[in-house]
Every structure is written in C-alpha cells, then in structure tokens.
C-alpha cells in the first residue's frame, strides 16, 4: 500500500479492502490529505493568489489531497462570503495538481453551515466535512446527528464526514454510535475525520460493518499507532511541510521495518512538540515560508510568531531531519539567519 495520487477527482479509483477486510468505497480518501494553511496578507485579509502555488507544493511532495478552511485552515475565523471565496480559489487549483478537495463546512450556526454546503456542492468539491458546534453544543448522539442531517443534504450527493475534534469542540460523544444512527437518517455519511488519540474508539469506528465507513485519522504525531490498526487514510497539518517524512514512516511500516518506522515517528514527535512550544498555528504557518510558500499570518485572537524564531525553528528542524528546505526557495533564508 502506498501514498498516490487519484487520477480523477469524480473517484474512479480502483476499490481497495478495509482495515477489517471489506471493500471500501472507490472515492474513498487514502494517502495523505493537508490541511492547509489560509494564506493572508499581513494585514490580514484573505490573499486568495497564495493558494495556487500551496496546491502546487502539496502535490509536488506526493500529497493526495487538501481539507481546506478546518482547524489549521481557521475557518471559524472567516466569514462565510470569505469562505465560500477560499474554495473557489481552490476547486481549480486542486483539480490542476490532481488533488482531491474536502471543504469544511462546520460551523456554530447550523444555517451557516448549510449555506456553504450549499456551495462546495457548486464548485464541485469532492467531499464535505462539518464539526459539531463548538459554543452551543449537542448533548446527545441524536442531538448530533440532527444538526449533521441538513448540512449533509445541502451538499447534494456529495460525501459527508463528520469531523471529530473534541479537544477543541468539547462535543464528546461516541462515535461509533454518530455512525450507526447516522447511516439511517445521512444518506451521503462517508465517514469521519477522527482528530483524537483515542483508538479504542478509532478502531470501534474502523471496523463497524466490516469497515463500511471510511475513518481518516487526524493526529500527525501517532500516525505509526494508526498504520498499525489499519488506517489508510491521513488528515493533518504537518503534512503541509513534512509530508516525505510521513510517506517514509508509511514506507517503513509497510516493509516491516518497525524499528525504522518508530524512529521516524518520533522526529515527527519531536517536531510538533517544537513548534507547539512557540504556538502551533502561527508558527506552523509562519514556517511554510521555508519550503518555498508564504501563507502569511494568523487572525486574532492567535498570537504572531517573531521572524528570528521562524527562523531559529526552521533551522532545527531541518537538522532534525523533519524538513528539507533544499533546493526550496526559502532555503537561504535560515542560512542568513
């Protein structure tokens, strides 16, 4: 099994097995998916011309595809015009570089939601994504499932995934039981976009039906866990800027090198904790610099990160071996640091 990209974005790939032995959907979601940073000015306003040449990088370093305008993306510090503008920018250039395209459509208002459902369904998004709302929060799994259904069918026939992050939504309920009261009233649930590190409850999910439903995992940091119990799918922001160090610990996991595979692991371990230390959103973004993309600064109520630290990050990373800025760029701008 390896990281490739879908020839098509209509999802005419050859049908795969999943983790539990089931025949997976054909545009079902493998390899690494980014989730891309929103490039904006320095005064902050949306810079739609940034995310063209972001499609391109993503693709050039064996990236499958892009789940814009989600946690790393700061969609919930968008309006929904600026949103609906991010993925016009993006629909083009992601069916240019080959690259698939979820939408994050989440919001706290559910008619917010709707709308820009609504949307990725008109500029022909592969699949849409929505977290439960993150101020007024469903206090039951049918509670959740009913806030999903509308969003779900403003999308038309377009894949849903419910995207689990309960660490930042505070909506903790099992999903294994979203999946099995979804699947009756959420004609187009695809799966869910599992940000936890939780596996117990990943595999619960993995599994149901014989793996019908197509669980994309979303913490960079354990992927190797994840391999281990059959995840094929990947959704993260490190992917962004490191994405040959998680097709090598893929590659490694695959060949059996186990020993190989834990190392690389760790420098992933090891990296996010790095930039985690300066405030991960901004100096995440703040770093693409450094592989040849500028997405700018992040909106407030985050905090910016001083260049000379970029700077500083920059260099110990690729010293650790987690980035490569050769032959990027931006690469004389850590030796002239």
């Known amino acids: 099994m390896t990281d490739r990209h879908v020839d098509s974005r209509k999802g005419d790939s050859p049908q795969g097995r999943s983790p539990d032995g089931g025949t997976r959907h054909n545009d079902s979601l493998d390899g690494l998916i980014a989730a891309p940073h929103t490039p904006f000015a320095e005064n902050g306003q949306l810079r739609l011309e940034g995310v063209e040449p972001l499609a391109a990088h993503l693709a050039a370093t064996g990236v499958a595809g892009a789940f814009i305008a989600g946690t790393t993306g700061e969609g919930l510090s968008m309006s929904v015009d600026e949103r609906r503008a991010l993925a016009e920018a993006w629909a083009p250039a992601a069916s240019k570089h080959g690259l698939r395209l979820v939408v994050h459509v989440g919001a706290a208002a559910q008619c917010d939601a709707v709308a820009l459902a609504e949307h990725a369904k008109s500029v022909k998004a592969d699949a849409i994504a929505a977290m439960g709302p993150p101020y007024y929060r469903p206090a039951t799994v049918d509670d959740l499932v009913a806030f999903c259904v509308p969003i779900a069918a403003a999308g038309g026939s377009l894949p849903f995934y419910y995207y689990h992050i309960p660490d930042w939504t505070g909506v903790r309920l099992p999903m294994d039981a979203f999946l099995r009261q979804g699947r009756e009233r959420i004609a187009t649930l695809r799966g869910l976009k599992f940000t936890s590190s939780d596996l117990a409850q990943y595999q619960l999910c993995a599994r149901l039906d014989g793996g019908a439903f197509d669980i994309l995992f979303g913490s960079d940091e354990i992927m190797l866990a994840a391999l281990a119990v059959g995840t094929r799918g990947f959704v993260g922001s490190t992917y962004n800027f490191a994405a040959p160090l998680y097709h090598r610990v893929?590659?490694?996991?695959?060949a059996g090198d186990f020993a190989a595979a834990r190392a690389l692991q760790e420098t992933s371990v090891r990296m996010v904790g790095e930039i985690a230390a300066l405030g991960f959103l901004a100096a995440s973004k703040?770093?693409?610099?450094?592989?040849?993309?500028?997405?700018?600064?992040?909106?407030?109520?985050?905090?910016?990160?001083?260049?000379?630290?970029?700077?500083?990050?920059?260099?110990?990373?690729?010293?650790?071996?987690?980035?490569?800025?050769?032959?990027?760029?931006?690469?004389?701008?850590?030796?002239?640091?």
């Open 286 to 337: 703040r770093l693409m610099r450094y592989v040849g993309v500028e997405c700018g600064p992040v909106r407030s109520p985050l905090a910016d990160v001083p260049a000379e630290k970029i700077a500083a990050l920059a260099a110990s990373l690729e010293k650790l071996g987690a980035i490569d800025l050769a032959g990027t760029s931006a690469a004389h701008l850590v030796k002239a640091s």
């Open 250 to 254: 893929r590659k490694a996991f695959e």
